[in-house]
């Protein structure tokens, strides 16, 4: 015998227009990540972005002024994406470097695209002043958390720092930034612990101890 109870369609909350908007803005950040990435910020059109997140160039401009604006907003959101995940790693350098580079070795397809973004960021930032200034403001926050964990590295080893933190900070990421380069264009070239075994010849000056 069939039930009398009859199923009631769970009703689907209508987005204030606000929560429109940043759904909105979220897709069109998403495909713009992904595009930038694949053929570049300068090889990529807005009609690109909008079609490939599914809204009208009158979306688009509806939430930024220009195409340099969103690559603004889209350097922000992944600078802190970075922070938020050095914070989950925890306050060691090791832990960090670990994660970073299991997430690496995971994700590899994704990884590159990340990379090749990070890149055009770079490329974007020395060609546009607006650019240049948003992406140094971000570039500084990230110095400073690397630091706090590098000042933390020392106080435990009880050693005094040989440079400024944020400078030796600077030292880290460049170190990263470049093996990744190496790594995605020659895998055999940089092992997968060269970074780490590098990041701790510099907490510690001496390689790390084996079994």
């Given at each position: 015998?069939?039930?009398?109870?009859?199923?009631?369609?769970?009703?689907?909350?209508?987005?204030?227009?606000?929560?429109?908007?940043?759904?909105?803005?979220?897709?069109?950040?998403?495909a713009a990540k992904t595009l930038f990435a694949r053929q570049g910020f300068e090889g990529t059109s807005v009609e690109q972005i909008a079609e490939a997140a599914g809204y009208t160039r009158g979306a688009f401009y509806s939430n930024f002024e220009d195409k340099?604006?969103?690559?603004?907003?889209?350097?922000?959101r992944?600078?802190?994406?970075?922070?938020?995940?050095?914070?989950?790693?925890?306050?060691?350098l090791a832990d960090v470097s670990a994660g970073f580079q299991q997430a690496a070795n995971i994700e590899q397809?994704?990884?590159?695209?990340?990379?090749?973004?990070?890149?055009?960021?770079?490329?974007?930032?020395?060609r546009f002043p607006a650019v240049r200034e948003a992406y140094e403001g971000h570039?500084?926050?990230?110095?400073?958390?690397?630091?706090?964990l590098i000042e933390g590295q020392f106080a435990a080893l009880h050693r005094p720092?040989?440079?400024?933190?944020?400078?030796?900070?600077?030292?880290?990421?460049?170190?990263?930034?470049?093996?990744d380069t190496q790594k995605l264009i020659n895998p055999q070239a940089v092992p997968s612990d060269l970074y780490a075994l590098t990041l701790h010849l510099l907490m510690t000056g001496s390689p790390p101890a084996t079994d």
């Open positions: 015998m069939y039930s009398s109870r009859m199923t009631v369609a769970p009703v689907r909350k209508r987005l204030s227009r606000e929560e429109a908007r940043a759904q909105t803005r979220a897709a069109l950040l998403d340099e604006t969103l690559l603004i907003a889209l350097i922000g992944c600078f802190d994406d970075d922070l938020a995940q050095i914070q989950r790693l925890g306050g060691n397809e994704l990884h590159r695209e990340a990379h090749l973004l990070k890149m055009e960021f770079w490329m974007c930032a020395l570039q500084a926050r990230l110095r400073e958390g690397i630091g706090t720092l040989p440079a400024p933190a944020e400078q030796l900070a600077a030292v880290t990421v460049a170190l990263r930034n470049g093996l």
